[in-house]
Nanobody, 119 residues
Framework: QVQLVESGGGLVQAGGSLRLSCVAS????????MGWYRQAPGNQRELVAS???????NYADSVKARFTISRDNARNKVYLQMNSLKPEDTAVYYC?????????????WGQGTQVSVSS
């Protein structure tokens, strides 16, 4: 059973920084895509950033130039460095691992970590 465990959320003032981490426990190899999503109250879950195994990245327009995703393939870890945080970044952040197996994508989700940005 693969479980994802996130850490690093918290309360920060606008303009501050936080670093989220996510690690997979259990046996899983070569995770094709690692990513971070977020969901604010009343909103749908949205992609924040993702990175493929070979390092290609994708960012939501709202976080470009402020957030940086990175990953450690050997340790099945993914990070999200969040700088210049804004109140609108307040949400529950979820890490997501995607693995392509036997003709389909398998998705694994963390339990979520709260990020709150005060103005």
């Amino acid at each position: 059973q693969v479980q994802l465990v996130e850490s690093g959320g918290g309360l920060v003032q606008a303009g501050g920084s936080l670093r989220l981490s996510c690690v997979a426990s259990g046996s899983i190899s070569r995770i094709d895509v690692m990513g971070w999503y977020r969901q604010a109250p009343g909103n749908q879950r949205e992609l924040v950033a993702s990175m493929t195994y070979i390092g290609s990245t994708n960012y939501a327009d709202s976080v470009k130039a402020r957030f940086t995703i990175s990953r450690d393939n050997a340790r099945n870890k993914v990070y999200l460095q969040m700088n210049s945080l804004k109140p609108e970044d307040t949400a529950v952040y979820y890490c997501n691992f995607r693995k392509y197996q036997s003709g389909s994508w398998n998705d694994y989700w963390g339990q979520g970590t709260q990020v709150s940005v005060s103005s």
